[in-house]
């Protein structure tokens, strides 16, 4: 994790993933990191001064996300995902209503992202004995059970035995139970990589705090 101290060039090489002095400078600058140079070449020498998104420098830097991520959407996320065991265990596109209810919209696809660029720096794992199951249509889900699921998937295919299209098939089960059946994955802590998952709550719960701040300073229009 970027520190405030000063780091030799091959330090910085290694954590951004370029070779030269100007490229190493324009990432700092990219990700509004203050900093003095001194020295040429191999010897250069950056003196860190500020780490002003220090979000999302740690998430660039430990987790390798682009940095064109929207940070304040990836803030609130994060923080429900991490400390709300609830919210995790949802299907996606619960995890996508609950956020556009409380007015930061995320779509099913960002959240996947999201889940998986987690995964494949081990914070989690999916854990493929343990699912949850719902029905979802649209902008609805409901929870269900494992039997009622295999139900749903026993009137589709019955469905298909007795002549109806795929298309027919999935519209008869929509209407006996309220949806498409789906299962996801239900996640787990990688319990080895608590420190960076708590570095990242405490970082997220700072953005959130900040926009909160902002938000609570606003005029209220008469």
Known sequence: MLEIREYKKPELTAMLGT???????????????????SGRGEKAIFDIKA??????????????????????????????????????????????????KDGKYTSRQTIASYTRRFERNDLI??????????????????????????????LY??????????WEAMWNVRFEFGGSPRKQAIPQVNAFHLA???????????VIEEDMLKYSNQPINS
């Open 196 to 206: 960076k998952i708590e570095t990242l709550i405490k970082l997220s719960e700072e």
């Open 19 to 37: 070779k030269s002095v100007d490229n190493i400078k324009k990432k700092l600058e990219r990700y509004k990191v203050e900093f003095d140079l």
């Open 125 to 154: 794992y999916r854990n493929t004995d343990n699912f949850i199951y719902y029905f979802a249509y649209g902008k609805h889900q409901s929870m269900t059970d494992k039997k009622t699921y295999c139900k749903a998937w026993k």
């Open 51 to 100: 780490i002003n998104d220090p979000l999302k420098v740690f998430c660039i830097i430990e987790l390798e996300f682009d940095a064109n991520t929207d940070f304040k959407k990836l803030a609130y996320f994060a923080y429900c995902y991490f400390n709300d065991e609830e919210f995790m265990a949802m299907p996606d596109e619960v995890k996508s209503t609950r956020l556009d």
């Open 157 to 166: 295919w019955d469905s298909i035995k007795d002549g109806a299209t795929p």
